[in-house]
């Protein structure tokens, strides 16, 4: 199973999903973050998804879930990167993506983290 | 033709990138593309959650006036679904999901048709048209 790495820069923690993404992966991914939040204390996370083509249901309620996991470690999450295709389409679907704040890339993402802290 | 079974989560990743070939093949528009992708990826995951495992099948299609489509259909033989019409009400799910996956999938193709008995297994088919 592929793992998505994450990366420690200053106080956030930044996450791109390069690959295709299968359910294990994701959960894969909320597990590590998890672990990190709790080692680091960061007060950000990044999920970039500039590179990923479609976000289904599944992906959606745990990207919701990464956001309500890093509230639990006092941090804030943002997507970043969303492609205009997905957005219609996740919109369509009905999944609000709730707990999670989004921005147009990984600056604004980082401007609105250092806003909060 | 293309058959592409579903057995595990690899395949799922599977059945998005053949649809996606198939979507732009058809000369889907990226946003249709797109839809049609994330509605296979639900589907794809149903055959393998709920249905214990099946097979996508995805084909070229033509209508009547000339507009070309993809056309998917996935099938199962797992325990089946007793109240179709209930089971694609958005927010009905059998476990932890939103519900999302049925109702949100209909939604984001022009053609759908759900085939289901408890205990004779479960078939959905899906087209989508280029606009």
């Not at chain 1, 939040?37 to 990044?46: E, K």
């Not at chain 1, 996991?69 to 492609?83: K, N, P, Q, Y």
Request: charged letters at 20%; proline letters at 2%.
């Amino acid at each position: 199973m592929d793992r998505v790495p994450i990366l420690k820069i200053g106080q956030t923690l930044f996450v791109s999903i390069q690959i295709d993404l299968q359910d294990d992966t994701v959960m894969r991914l909320q597990e590590d973050l998890a672990d990190e939040l709790a080692a680091t204390g960061v007060h950000g996370v990044i999920i970039d998804i500039t590179a990923v083509e479609i976000v289904d249901s599944f992906i959606g309620r745990m990207l919701s879930m990464i956001g309500s996991i890093s509230r639990l470690f006092d941090a804030e999450t943002v997507i970043v990167g969303m492609r205009p295709a997905v957005a219609i389409t996740l919109t369509e679907l009905g999944l609000p993506l709730s707990g999670v704040r989004t921005a147009l890339n990984a600056e604004k993402g980082l401007e609105i983290l250092n806003g909060k802290s | 033709m293309d058959e592409v079974p579903i057995q595990s989560g690899d395949d799922v990743v599977r059945v998005r990138q053949q649809v996606r070939i198939a979507a732009a093949r058809s000369g889907l528009s990226l946003v249709d593309q797109t839809k049609l992708v994330t509605a296979a990826s639900e589907l794809a995951r149903n055959t393998l959650v709920h249905g214990g495992g099946g097979v996508a099948r995805i084909e070229a299609v033509k209508s009547a006036s000339g507009r070309a489509g993809v056309k998917l259909q996935f099938s199962d033989e797992g325990p089946g679904i007793a109240d179709t019409d209930l089971a694609l009400t958005d927010g009905w799910t059998t476990g932890t999901g939103l519900g999302l996956g049925l109702s949100g999938s209909r939604r984001l193709v022009d053609e759908f048709e759900l085939n289901s008995k408890p205990g004779a297994g479960t078939s959905v088919l899906v087209v989508k048209w280029s606009r």
